[in-house]
């Protein structure tokens, strides 16, 4: 097994603190960005890395970076996105718990790579433990002359803050988190403008999710080459954490090569399916990516792989589910969910998930019709690519890939009646 | 503003502490709001327009952000606020089962608190600790792993 990069510390007694974050290496990635690396270096070494962005959407982080503006009329900003919504997942949650400074650290690289002076860490309400454990290290790395002005003698300043979420999954979509950072309903915006140029309080604005950030301080330290090749051979684009549940033996936060492939990950290192059943269904990205059939699960977990089967990496979130699984119940479930969260702005997803929470439930119930099923697909399709935000396909994906995967399942439902 | 309605002197220092941190005043309100109900326990409209004296909003934009955000409560909840997760991790490991089990053990439906003040119950989506499925929030403290055994010995520790 190759060495830990994001978890190695997890576990370990204090491991969220200042001191013990040191005595491992921490804030030398710092040093070395502010006090050897020219900013425009510094986005070179992550364009090199190959990483990819942890959220969801998979953008290569360095190439977002480089959309910002050198000069704006308003202050540009970071916002770290915390906000881990998405079922299926808690991987930032592991990075934010345990060792807080990695991504205070990456927050300040990314900063002074792009010219900003204020970062903000948006974190999700029910999160309290990240959000005081990220409290108390922004404080300690002020202390530490980390932060505020004049970092480590250079000149540069960045302040940093914590902002507490209260309950809404649509807060994770990047516009909708700076609304919500703004302290309004967080709606999505209209793209454009894109956050690069028209962004929190109109600056030019970065939005990251916490994994990408936690990777900067190892790429800026080992290099972004040495990054890129700790990805699976062939695939690349460095090490990725897997968050695994659902009815596996051993459910946890696995951090292993991007691209390695989804069975290994079930079998070699969550432990296979409790009682040894057989595998179902699995989600590999999150409650938004397309279920698999178990014919599927030798697909490599990178980008460009699962795109090329008709899923995504999403969050990178592995939901196993067994051969006894009821997979109209579990549609249920997810339906629920998106009908519940929909923000309401657009009406194909707004009025879209409400039907289709509708019909879902009706055949749960045993009172489906045979035309259910084609009128759920069709509800999917007329709310995909047709809402502001991505989380109208967010809603459909689940539904259109279950639907057709499972057709069968769906039908005898309806039937038994 | 009902009378008596005011801020600790503590609490106005971490309002100032926050409301610094931002560009603009308004992008305090969410912050402001978990203040606010930590302090009064729920967001009635009296502490509504409070906040919104507060910070300069307008009722209708504090208004706007209460009724959009899950976790503000305008009312205030039993003493323990029992939030389980339904979603799909928990589902597949019995959430559904458990959460029939707390409504017949507390005699109270989802989205109810006991006539006692004591106990309120809600289903919530995923709280992000699906590794160890099914999971409950109980006021701050998260409890994994959950089963109706677990429950019981939780519920019974509770002073
Ligand atoms: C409905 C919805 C919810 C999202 N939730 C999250 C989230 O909780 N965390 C996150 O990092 N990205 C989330 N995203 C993706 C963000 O919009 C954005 O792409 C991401 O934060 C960018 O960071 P990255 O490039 O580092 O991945 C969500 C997107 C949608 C459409
Ligand atoms: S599904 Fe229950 S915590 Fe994620």
Redesign the pocket.
């Known amino acids: 097994m190759p060495e830990l990069v994001l978890t190695k510390n997890v576990g370990k007694k204090d491991s969220h603190t200042l001191g013990i974050y040191e005595q491992g290496g921490g804030y030398q990635a710092l040093k070395k960005a502010l006090l050897e690396m020219k900013p425009e270096d510094v986005i070179k070494e992550v364009d090199k890395s190959g990483l990819r962005?942890?959220?969801?959407?998979?953008?290569p982080?360095g190439k977002?970076w480089s959309f910002i503006p050198k000069e704006a009329p308003k202050p540009k900003y970071l916002t770290v996105?915390?906000?881990?919504?998405?079922p299926g997942?808690f991987k930032?949650r592991v990075i934010m718990e345990n060792d807080p400074h990695m991504l205070v650290e990456g927050s300040i690289i990314t900063s002074y790579a792009i010219g900003i002076y204020q970062a903000y860490i948006y974190v999700r309400g029910e999160y309290t433990r990240s959000i005081s454990r990220l409290e108390d290290a922004i404080n300690e790395a002020y202390a530490r002359g980390y932060l505020g002005k004049n970092i480590l003698d250079t000149g540069y300043y960045l302040d940093m803050a914590v902002h507490p979420g209260a309950g809404a999954?649509?807060c994770?979509?990047?516009t909708a988190?700076l609304e919500s950072l703004e302290g309004k309903k967080g709606q999505p915006r209209m793209k454009p403008p894109f956050p690069a140029i028209v962004g929190l309080f109109q600056g030019p604005t970065v939005?990251?999710?916490?994994e990408?950030?936690a990777c900067v301080p190892h790429i800026i330290k080992n290099g972004g080459e040495w990054f890129n090749n700790l990805g699976a051979p062939g695939v690349g684009g460095g090490i990725k954490l897997f968050p695994v549940s659902g009815h596996v033996k051993k459910p946890g936060v696995y951090e292993l090569p991007v691209g390695t492939p989804l069975r290994e990950i079930i079998y070699n290192y969550a432990g296979g399916v409790r009682g040894d059943k057989k595998v179902k269904a699995v989600i590999p990205g999150g409650s938004s990516a397309p279920v698999l059939k178990v014919e599927e699960i030798d697909v490599k977990m990178d980008f460009n792989s699962l795109a090329a089967i008709g899923s995504m990496m999403g969050?990178g979130a592995i939901i196993v589910m067994d051969e006894d699984t009821d997979l109209v119940k579990t549609l249920r479930i997810l339906i629920k969910f998106y009908a519940h969260e929909s923000c309401g702005k657009c009406t194909p997803c707004r009025e879209g998930t409400g039907w289709m929470a509708k019909i879902i439930t009706r055949i749960e119930k045993g009172q489906g019709e045979s035309s259910d099923l084609d009128a759920l697909l069709d509800i999917a399709n007329g709310i995909r690519g047709r809402t502001l935000?991505?989380?109208g396909d967010?809603a459909a994906m689940p539904v259109q890939s279950f639907v057709t995967k499972f057709r069968g399942e769906f039908e005898d439902y309806i039937k038994r009646g | 503003m009902s009378k008596g309605l005011e801020f600790s002197k503590k609490t106005k220092e971490r309002l100032q502490a926050i409301v610094a941190k931002y560009p603009e005043k308004g992008a305090a309100l969410l912050p402001t709001l978990w203040l606010a109900q930590r302090e009064f326990s729920a967001i009635t409209p009296e502490v509504e327009e409070y906040v919104a004296g507060l910070l300069g909003l307008s009722l209708v934009r504090v208004h706007e952000a209460l009724s959009f955000y899950t976790m503000y409560t305008p009312q205030p909840l039993g003493k323990y606020h029992i939030q389980l997760c339904t979603n799909i991790s928990c589902s597949l490991l019995g959430a559904e089962e458990l959460l029939a089990y707390l409504k017949k053990r507390l005699n109270i439906e989802a989205g109810e608190t006991t006539p006692d003040k004591k106990f309120t119950l809600s289903t919530v989506e995923c709280l992000g600790y699906c590794g160890t499925a099914p999971v409950m929030r109980l006021n701050e403290t998260f409890y994994e792993n959950l089963t109706e055994n677990g429950i019981d010995q939780i519920l019974r520790k509770l002073p």
């Open positions: 962005g942890r959220g969801g959407a998979g953008f982080a977002k996105n915390a906000d881990e919504g998405e997942t930032d999954y649509i994770g979509e990047e988190l939005i990251n999710n916490v990408t950030i969050s935000c991505p989380m967010a």
